[in-house]
Nanobody, 121 residues
């Protein structure tokens, strides 16, 4: 069973930055595509960013492109989400996700428990 543990959430003022981390228990991390999603209160979960297993391809939601950056460190089995120029509408629980095989960057097999991000105006 793959375990994903997110960290790095918190409260930040608008315009500030946070870096989320997601540690993956699976030793074959290099073969996993990874993604970040978020869910705001009263809303459905939405895609934020994704990165291929090699790290060579990334995808972003239009709402975060140019402000957020996804990256991965295979030596630490960790994927990151650097969030800059944060806005109140970025407030949500952020979830890390992993996929072990081929598929869409919107589809994943395993999910973390989430980390809360709150952006004050």
């Amino acid at each position: 069973q793959v375990q994903l543990v997110e960290s790095g959430g918190g409260l930040v003022q608008a315009g500030g930055s946070l870096r989320l981390s997601c540690a993956v228990s699976e030793h074959t991390f290099r073969s996993w595509a990874m993604g970040w999603f978020r869910q705001a209160p009263g809303k459905e979960r939405e895609f934020v960013a994704a990165i291929s297993s090699s790290g060579g391809t990334t995808y972003y939601a239009a709402s975060v492109k140019g402000r957020f950056a996804i990256s991965r460190d295979s030596t630490k089995n960790t994927v990151y989400l650097q969030m800059n120029s944060l806005k109140p509408e970025d407030t949500a629980v952020y979830y890390c996700a992993a996929r072990g095989g081929m598929g869409s960057y919107l589809e994943y097999d395993y999910w973390g428990q989430g980390t809360q991000v709150a952006v004050s105006s």
